[in-house]
């Protein structure tokens, strides 16, 4: 059997070197690689085409991020071993999924997936999608595996967070006390306003007597949002001129210094700018300091859930790796 398996193993390295052979990009994946293969997971033969196809639209992100060809290299290559190990990882799911005959992927959801595919890439031609199929030398039985397995290996990872739902009142206490630093907020507002554009030359005087009688039906009793809606001349007019959560620091002074000195539900006086005139409406407030338990109980929830989740994956991605056949160039 043993032998068997190498000789299995040794013919799909010949065949994954005579391809890499047809092609030589510059990059330092065939440097690395000099047989053409990055590694083997199972019976599995990872190439350096296999890497190159996930890390190529990944490269000009680097290219904008690195400061030196120096920086650029070094993170080249961490990103290759990455690519690598969620290859191997990736066989490694397939094979555990697989150990169960009762489990499948229905057919229907792998043609849906090859028709997404189509549509979202190649522009729903199906003659560009077969002549992308032949570039690569995939049978399109070959491609249905690879997308049965990318759904295979989705649904089991997704399986794996599921698994982590339940964050005890005491550990989401505990967290909050040793982290407090993270909750803390500036001052903030929930604005809305209403603008009235300088158009023609209008003075402060005339644009002023605008918002006057804006305020006159305001202090009447009519809603900031509706005069909003009404008056305003913003890009959220339609919205009752609601412009959500406001840090101080997010605005300039002239709008931050007026606003940041009224209590939830006032309004400022005109504010005159080189655009126009201004009225601020404070929806709610908050108030520079570390956040109440309470306000941010949600959140600490979210930040515990996915942390069990990460080490719940790497505990399993480990016992995979221990008990899988993987070998690395």
């Not at 094979?95 to 189509?118: C, G, M, T, V, Y």
């Not at 603008?195 to 605008?210: I, V």
């Not at 002074?253 to 126009?276: C, I, N, Q, R």
């Amino acid at each position: 059997m043993m032998l068997g398996r190498r000789l299995t193993l040794a013919l799909l390295a010949t065949a994954a070197l005579a391809r890499a052979a047809q092609t030589q990009p510059a990059d330092n994946l065939n440097l690395r690689f000099a047989n053409g293969i990055a590694a083997i997971a199972e019976d599995k033969v990872i190439t350096v085409d296999d890497v190159r196809r996930e890390i190529s639209p990944l490269i000009p992100q680097l290219q904008r991020e690195a400061r030196s060809e120096k920086e650029f290299n070094e993170k080249l290559e961490s990103l290759q071993d990455d690519v690598i190990q969620q290859l191997i990882d990736r066989v490694l799911i397939v094979k555990e999924f697989r150990k169960d005959e009762k489990k499948h992927i229905p057919l229907s959801f792998i043609d849906n997936r090859i028709a997404d595919i189509q549509t979202e890439q190649f522009d729903n031609d199906r003659s560009k999608f077969l002549a992308y199929l032949r570039s690569r030398s995939t049978t399109l039985q070959d491609y249905r595996r690879e997308v049965e397995e990318d759904i295979i290996y989705s649904y089991m990872r997704g399986q794996q967070r599921k698994t982590q739902s339940l964050v005890s009142p005491v550990r989401i206490e505990t967290f909050y006390k040793e982290n407090k630093d993270r909750f803390y907020q500036e001052d903030g507002v929930y604005l809305r306003l209403i603008q009235f554009s300088r158009t023609n030359g209008e003075t402060d005087a005339e644009l002023t007597a605008k918002a006057e009688v804006v305020l006159a039906r305001l202090n009447a009793g009519v809603k900031f949002e509706d005069l909003a809606k009404e008056f305003s001349q913003d890009s959220r007019r339609a919205k009752g001129g609601d412009w959500g959560w406001q840090k101080r620091s997010d605005l300039k002074p002239a709008f931050s210094d007026p606003l940041f000195a009224l209590k939830k539900g006032e309004t400022t006086a005109p504010v005159l700018t080189p655009e126009g005139c201004f009225l601020l409406h404070v929806d709610d407030r908050k108030f520079a300091g570390i956040q109440q338990l309470d306000d941010v109980r949600d959140q600490i929830e979210r930040i515990l859930i996915q942390q069990m989740a990460q080490v719940s994956q790497e505990r399993w991605l480990e016992r995979l790796r221990r008990n899988g056949y993987v070998k690395h160039y």
